[in-house]
């Protein structure tokens, strides 16, 4: 016989299972229990990474673009403190920065993706509406509203128009992380995954978007609740969808 004992184990493809929608609710209670098992740290890193990416986003030009580009690798790092509590280990701080060290490569690819195709959603909604006759509106109070309506219409197209973006993006860094895909894969079966769970994926961003409001209510401290819980129902989520199968 050629062939070697024991086989090597059937490579990871992505593959994901479709799940109920009522399990977005057990993923954001484990995400809870997954902050319960140590929230020093998740608090700890959950202030570093908003200190970071405020620091980046403020520099002109390419501050936003740079955020972008870096979220993937953050949210690697989530994952990996995710991974640890999960199984039982120790977590720290240093785990953020697993995707500075690891598959760094990769995690930028996935976010350059994003930063493209968020700020080119941007771009063109903001063509889409500007179309307009400005010797019409200027100075006019119909004008005024008429811009103000523009600037809304424009908002809701980049929101709409980024939803298969952000579901390209979001399981992306676990599946690269602990994985090894390639970005172009791992961002294939994260859309997947996503349109597959569509309503589980539809109730769980609504929760996102409601906790989210609340949050920015308490000056951002919020956040420092947020980022943590989230993080812990995506990994659970992305547990559920792909190492379920």
């Given at each position: 016989?050629?062939?070697?004992?024991?086989?090597?184990?059937?490579?990871?493809?992505?593959?994901?299972?479709?799940?109920?929608?009522?399990?977005?609710?057990?993923?954001?209670?484990?995400?809870?229990?997954?902050?319960?098992?140590?929230?020093?740290?998740?608090?700890?890193?959950?202030?570093?990474?908003?200190?970071?990416?405020?620091?980046?986003?403020?520099?002109?030009?390419?501050?936003?673009?740079?955020?972008?580009?870096?979220?993937?690798?953050?949210?690697?790092?989530?994952?990996?403190?995710?991974?640890?509590?999960?199984?039982?280990?120790e977590a720290e701080i240093a785990d953020l920065f697993v995707g500075f060290r690891r598959s760094a490569g990769p995690l930028v690819m996935?976010?350059?993706?994003?930063?493209?195709?968020?700020?080119?959603?941007?771009?063109?909604?903001?063509?889409?509406?500007?179309?307009?006759?400005?010797?019409?509106?200027?100075?006019?109070?119909?004008?005024?509203?008429?811009?103000?309506?523009?600037?809304?219409?424009?908002?809701?197209?980049?929101?709409?128009?980024?939803?298969?973006?952000?579901?390209?993006?979001?399981?992306?860094?676990?599946?690269?992380?602990?994985?090894?895909?390639?970005?172009?894969?791992?961002?294939?079966?994260?859309?997947?995954?996503?349109?597959?769970?569509?309503?589980?994926?539809?109730?769980?961003?609504?929760?996102?978007?409601?906790?989210?409001?609340?949050?920015?209510?308490?000056?951002?401290?919020?956040?420092?609740?947020?980022?943590?819980?989230?993080?812990?129902?995506?990994?659970?989520?992305?547990?559920?969808?792909?190492?379920?199968?």
């Amino acid at each position: 016989m050629s062939e070697s004992f024991p086989l090597p184990p059937e490579a990871f493809t992505g593959k994901s299972r479709e799940v109920e929608a009522g399990a977005c609710f057990d993923w954001l209670q484990q995400g809870w229990l997954l902050f319960l098992a140590n929230p020093g740290v998740w608090i700890g890193c959950a202030a570093l990474l908003l200190v970071i990416l405020m620091a980046i986003s403020i520099v002109p030009r390419f501050g936003q673009v740079a955020a972008h580009l870096l979220t993937p690798l953050f949210g690697a790092g989530m994952f990996r403190i995710c991974r640890q509590l999960a199984s039982g280990g120790e977590a720290e701080i240093a785990d953020l920065f697993v995707g500075f060290r690891r598959s760094a490569g990769p995690l930028v690819m996935v976010g350059v993706f994003f930063a493209a195709g968020v700020f080119g959603l941007a771009l063109l909604a903001f063509l889409l509406v500007s179309g307009q006759d400005e010797a019409t509106v200027t100075g006019s109070v119909a004008g005024f509203g008429f811009a103000v309506g523009s600037v809304m219409l424009a908002g809701l197209l980049v929101m709409l128009l980024s939803i298969p973006v952000i579901m390209a993006v979001w399981f992306a860094p676990a599946l690269v992380l602990f994985h090894d895909m390639k970005p172009a894969a791992a961002m294939r079966a994260s859309f997947m995954a996503g349109a597959k769970n569509g309503l589980a994926m539809v109730i769980f961003g609504i929760f996102l978007v409601v906790a989210l409001f609340f949050a920015l209510l308490t000056i951002g401290l919020g956040l420092l609740l947020l980022l943590p819980i989230f993080s812990g129902a995506v990994y659970a989520a992305y547990r559920d969808l792909f190492e379920g199968v």
